[in-house]
T-cell receptor, first 114, second 111 residues
Framework: DGGITQSPKYLFRKEGQNVTLSCEQNLNHDAMYWYRQDPGQGLRLIYYSQIVNDFQKGDIAEGYSVSREKKESFPLTVTSAQKNPTAFYLC?????????????FGQGTRLTVV | GESVGLHLPTLSVQEGDNSIINCAYSNSASDYFIWYKQESGKGPQFIIDIRSNMDKRQGQRVTVLLNKTVKHLSLQIAATQPGDSAVYFCADLVTGNQFYFGTGTSLTVIP
């Protein structure tokens, strides 16, 4: 089955530690996205990538980093510089900017920093 | 920043009634719109989409209406069921750019 997979589902980290969230897709999509969702709020864009080896900052990129070395993978690192990292993180992918098509979402990773 | 917003954060409807969820957008260059459903603790699921060259699109029990004159989008759910209880998001896309999401409307279906 084709899809987009995020792991782990729940993640706990101590304050001051970097943590990397995994996102893998086998949909052959060019574009991938990371969103952050806080309770009772909408989705805010952290980073997006339209093609391998290229990515752009979204609205709330500070304290986060990404890489796009492979088409299938778009890992997100939450660094110690992110002041309020506890949140629900969602990864998505879409065909890309050649044509407007829906984005598919993973099931999310809930990160708790203690 | 975000180019979409929602009129109401919460909506309660009686089971069997129709639901209407509204969304406003501000970017006149937006050419593609999507409605997503998000259940608690899960990722958003695609419901229906519409391109800017259309003003109406129907799916199974759902209809999306697009009014480009006033930059307004709505999702109509017919015969609302308890399983429809969730948060609904609209999103817009300017081709070649990124998706922007509204803040969501929480729909509660009363049995």
């Amino acid at each position: 089955d084709g899809g987009i997979t995020q792991s782990p589902k729940y993640l706990f980290r101590k304050e001051g530690q970097n943590v990397t969230l995994s996102c893998e897709q086998n949909l052959n999509h060019d574009a991938m996205y990371w969103y952050r969702q806080d309770p009772g709020q909408g989705l805010r864009l952290i980073y997006y990538s339209q093609i391998v080896n290229d990515f752009q900052k979204g609205d709330i990129a500070e304290g986060y980093s990404v890489s796009r070395e492979k088409k299938e993978s778009f890992p997100l690192t939450v660094t110690s510089a992110q002041k309020n990292p506890t949140a629900f993180y969602l990864c998505a992918s879409s065909i890309g900017d050649r044509v407007a098509q829906k984005a598919f979402f993973g099931q999310g990773t809930r990160l708790t920093v203690v | 920043g975000e180019s979409v917003g929602l009129h109401l954060p919460t909506l309660s409807v009686q089971e069997g009634d129709n639901s209407i969820i509204n969304c406003a957008y501000s970017n006149s260059a937006s050419d593609y719109f999507i409605w997503y459903k998000q259940e608690s603790g899960k990722g958003p699921q695609f419901i229906i989409d519409i391109r800017s060259n259309m003003d109406k699109r129907q799916g199974q029990r759902v209809t999306v209406l697009l009014n480009k004159t006033v930059k307004h989008l709505s999702l109509q759910i017919a015969a609302t069921q308890p399983g429809d209880s969730a948060v609904y998001f609209c999103a817009d896309l300017v081709t070649g750019n990124q998706f922007y999401f509204g803040t969501g409307t929480s729909l509660t279906v009363i049995p």
